[in-house]
């Protein structure tokens, strides 16, 4: 069974710090791995998605990677501003015959202070 | 917009009431998602659907009783909860293809924030 494990669970940050957000997973046998952002009381918005035969995947300001073998993903956000406050989920995806199935992250809450 | 709506947006019921909660996908993907977010707990994937069959109840109880009339509409019909099913309803929906077995990036909707009382 796969588990999706988040640290740390809450960060706060002065603005335009560059950040680490980490996420391990326990099956390294994923398709895929998700980023999501959610804000307070909303949906998810993914941010990227990096598929099991990638390193990494970059839009704008974030970059995330990918070492399936040590079941680790990173998220780096460059010059963080308070526009970037929200909650980050990891979600490892995995196919098992006909279905797809994302695991979930707790989540790292981040505060940007401006 | 992620193209996924969800209706209402918030819902307060009894436990004897019936309700139901409604989600649509404007993106023409194939698969649908019902998740539940508890405070404090990750997300949790409750049934998913592909081309209108469901091929997931991650041991959900028959008190929640999901609908998938076409590939664009999802429904969740509520009766006699509890307090603890309290949560937000997250819907998401992925290009997942079951016979191709590809699956793809899920967009999700804005949730129905659910209190039972």
């Known amino acids: 069974k796969q588990e999706v494990t988040q640290i740390p669970a809450a960060l706060s940050v002065p603005e335009g710090k560059n950040l680490v957000l980490n996420c391990s997973f326990t099956?390294?046998?994923?398709?895929?791995l998700q980023w999501f952002r959610q804000d307070p009381g909303k949906g998810l918005t993914s941010l990227l998605l990096?598929?099991?035969?990638?390193r990494e995947q970059t839009s704008g300001r974030l970059n995330a990677s990918l070492d399936k073998s040590s079941g680790r993903s990173t998220l780096y956000i460059a010059a963080s501003q308070p526009g970037v406050s929200a909650t980050y989920l990891c979600?490892?995806?995995?196919?098992?015959?006909?279905?797809?199935?994302?695991?979930f992250g707790k989540g790292t809450l981040l505060t940007v202070n401006p | 917009e992620t193209g996924v709506t969800q209706t209402p947006r918030h819902l307060v019921m009894g436990m004897t009431n019936k309700k139901s909660l409604k989600c649509e996908q404007h993106?023409?993907?194939?698969?649908m998602y019902w998740y539940k977010q508890s405070a404090k707990k990750p997300l949790e994937l409750m049934f998913v659907?592909?081309?209108?069959?469901?091929?997931e109840n991650n041991s959900v109880p028959s008190r929640f009783s999901p609908e998938c009339p076409n590939s664009s509409h999802l429904f969740l019909h509520l009766h006699t909860l509890q307090p603890e099913d309290s949560a937000l309803y997250l819907c998401?929906?992925?290009?997942?293809?079951?016979?191709?077995?590809?699956?793809?990036?899920?967009?999700f909707g804005p949730g129905t924030r659910l209190t039972v009382t």
């Open positions: 998401a929906s992925s290009q997942g293809s079951r016979l191709a077995g590809k699956p793809y990036e899920q967009y």
């Open positions: 099956d390294s046998a994923i398709y895929n």
């Open positions: 990096i598929q099991s035969s990638q």
């Open positions: 979600a490892a995806g995995n196919s098992g015959g006909s279905n797809y199935k994302l695991t």
């Open positions: 993106l023409g993907h194939n698969a």
């Open positions: 659907y592909n081309f209108k069959e469901q091929t």
